[in-house]
């Protein structure tokens, strides 16, 4: 056997026979001492009595009245934030229970919903669905008719359409309506024809039967293709007995008059008062367009929510910024008429003129109209100046005319001018215009109007004080220039953080925009926006209405439906008409008056002086058999007073007004 394989055997055999070649006999005494049957016996029996005890106090509190262990009073209240004065759970739901509720729908919490009666439209319309979007096609309308001349064998209508009456975006005309009141020999062709009286080509004819007591529409095969500097002429020939074309004896659209003739078209008389009863439908090159919302609250603690949907198809996008003020607005003008008289100014001599802001902006456009005499030296510039004792005290912004750009004939010049405070409606300011350098033959003109003693406006420094020219006013005009408060925000949007000290009334401006005319337009739809108003909580409970029908209304006069004064509540719904069988060619209108706010509801016009949140959906019908109507829906909370007028300014006729509201 190999001495290998002994030396293993033998290594086995140790082990069996209690060697410590494996263990060692230090180590046998320890592993034999790990534990006894007594040992471990003692500490079970410790283990049970440890579950013994907790048995036994769980049982004790489930044996407790529970109605006593889990009152609110015996449950204490870890109130970090220190809301409660309470110091258990009991104490602090009694004091929420005392605290004035503050839901939506209490006059604190306040919400306006929609476009209507307070946008803006710059090449956007609402669709049928309530939905704005960019038009491919806009029509063109005059809808009075009270009047008619008649078109026959003998005797030719029209309209002369001047230059500017079409929009430079205008591509083509595709179909003219005009209204036909009478038609005393039907079977006759009525051809309407569209003349370039600048060309001097007929570029468009269509003929039809006529038919009474309608709009006829005349739809050329093509659309016609137009441009905007052109003039042109709608003539409307009939070839049997008398046609009678509907028209307004008065001038309702810009830049066209009817127009009668020969048959022929020889001599053309010009009749400017009136208008054409007509409707054009044109095709627009719209690949953009806005719509602006204004809010403006009479009771405004904080703003804020702005939410609306939206639909992006391809090609499209839609942009909303919040702004205070749209750009444009008039903040201040001289209201003078320019001639040729002008003042000067050059070195320490400048020239003022002053002016009572009509709206709070902090960042304006001035339009000025100077020119120069000689050489200038430097840039002109343009101040606002702050008043102090009726003089101008210091300037708190301005911007500069470059010398480059003066000639010798008087030019309107716009500057934009960024405010170190915001001007304040009914203070008084100055534009002050003034440049480094020059002398009494070389220097700058500022055109005024003259004689208006005592009522100038002009005033003069002559390097050491300022005195007033009351015989002088400055040509000038001041216009606000939107502040972007947030640009590109996503609905939901938080308006929160808007100070509503600085920016009472707000305004939402969706851009809606596509690459082309052949793309689907983008929309913006279901707008609305929250506030939160004064501490004071409103709840009516006391449910009111208030009908008022008028089968003989003065044209133009108001007529009060209700009138609540000494009392505080809210106005759900606003209803009105004019019935079936008058003429609504024109608007029916109610005017609104909460805690001496007034603005007006208009069927045919957009909402002026909106209040409140108060916004109408309304629909008219141009037709006699048609119904115009004003319809509002909403809570409108009113802490004195309110008052509801209606008046049709149409014709003599029947109006219909309800009026639903609640008082507390």
Not at 169 to 197: F, H, K, M, R, W
Not at 322 to 343: F, H, L, P, W
Not at 413 to 439: H, M, N, R, S, W
Not at 563 to 586: C, E, F, W, Y
Request: glycine letters at 6%.
């Amino acid at each position: 056997m190999k001495p290998e394989v002994i030396s293993r055997l033998e290594e086995i055999e140790n082990v069996h026979i209690g060697n410590s070649t494996h263990v060692t006999a230090a180590e046998r005494i320890t592993w034999n001492s790990k534990e006894t049957t007594a040992g471990a016996q003692s500490k079970v029996n410790a283990v049970q009595a440890n579950v013994d005890i907790l048995e036994e106090t769980v049982g004790a509190h489930q044996a407790e009245d529970a109605t006593d262990a889990h009152l609110g009073k015996n449950i204490g209240l870890e109130d970090t934030a220190g809301n409660f004065t309470s110091e258990e759970v009991e104490g602090a739901l009694a004091e929420l229970a005392a605290r004035p509720q503050k839901d939506v729908d209490n006059g604190r919490y306040q919400a306006q919903f929609g476009f209507d009666g307070t946008e803006i439209h710059v090449n956007t319309v609402v669709d049928s669905q309530g939905k704005v979007t960019i038009p491919n096609s806009q029509l063109i309308s005059q809808d009075l008719y009270p009047s008619s001349d008649t078109a026959s064998s003998a005797q030719a209508v029209g309209a002369r359409l001047l230059a500017g009456f079409f929009s430079s975006l205008t591509l083509s005309v595709s179909a003219i309506q005009i209204y036909i009141p009478i038609v005393n020999t039907p079977s006759g062709l009525c051809t309407l024809g569209l003349y370039d009286e600048t060309t001097s080509t007929l570029v468009g004819t269509v003929s039809i039967t006529p038919t009474s007591a309608v709009w006829n529409t005349f739809t050329f095969s093509s659309p016609v293709s137009i441009v905007n500097t052109h003039v042109y002429q709608i003539r409307i020939n009939y070839d049997s007995g008398n046609l009678n074309v509907g028209r307004t004896s008065s001038d309702v659209l810009a830049n066209t008059y009817e127009i009668i003739s020969s048959t022929t078209w020889g001599i053309i008389t010009n009749y400017t008062a009136n208008d054409l009863a007509m409707r054009i439908t044109t095709n627009m090159n719209y690949v953009t367009g806005t719509v602006t919302k204004t809010i403006t609250h009479s009771d405004l603690k904080k703003h804020g929510n702005l939410k609306w949907t939206q639909a992006t198809p391809v090609n499209t996008s839609v942009v909303c910024d919040v702004i205070d003020v749209v750009d444009g607005t008039n903040v201040a003008n001289s209201q003078v008429t320019d001639n040729t008289y002008q003042t000067g100014f050059y070195g320490s001599n400048y020239c003022a003129g002053k002016f009572t802001v009509l709206a709070k902006t902090s960042k304006v456009k001035a339009k000025v109209k100077i020119y120069k005499n000689g050489t200038l030296p430097n840039d002109a510039e343009v101040h606002i100046y702050s008043d102090s004792s009726g003089v101008p005290s210091a300037s708190i912004g301005s911007g500069t005319i470059s010398k480059a750009t003066i000639t010798t004939t008087p030019t309107i010049f716009e500057v934009p001018i960024t405010l170190l405070t915001p001007l304040v409606a009914g203070q008084v300011y100055y534009v002050v215009l003034k440049t480094v350098g020059g002398d009494g033959s070389n220097y700058y003109l500022w055109r005024v109007q003259n004689n208006l003693s005592p009522n100038g406006n002009s005033l003069r420094y002559n390097g050491s004080s300022w005195s007033a020219d009351t015989q002088l006013s400055t040509w000038f005009n001041i216009d606000a220039v939107a502040t972007l408060l947030k640009s590109n925000v996503t609905s939901i949007a938080d308006l929160s953080d808007i100070d509503p000290t600085v920016y009472p009334s707000i305004q939402e401006r969706w851009t809606l925009s596509r690459n082309s005319v052949s793309d689907a337009s983008p929309t913006v739809s279901e707008p609305s926006v929250t506030w939160e108003g004064g501490s004071e909580v409103i709840q009516p409970t006391k449910i009111m209405s208030a009908d008022y029908v008028n089968s003989s209304t003065v044209q133009n006069q108001y007529y009060t439906a209700v009138d609540v004064t000494n009392g505080k509540g809210k106005i759900t719904r606003i209803s009105a008409n004019l019935p079936g069988g008058n003429n609504h060619s024109s608007s029916i209108s109610v005017r609104v008056t909460i805690d001496g706010s007034v603005f007006n509801l208009q069927n045919s016009a957009l909402t002026t002086n909106p209040s409140r949140g108060i916004s109408a959906r309304s629909a008219t019908s141009t037709s006699y058999d048609g119904t115009a109507f004003i319809d509002w829906v909403g809570d409108v909370y009113f802490k004195n007073s309110f008052k509801v007028e209606v008046v049709n300014k149409t014709t003599s006729a029947t109006v219909n007004i309800a009026v639903d509201y609640a008082l507390v």
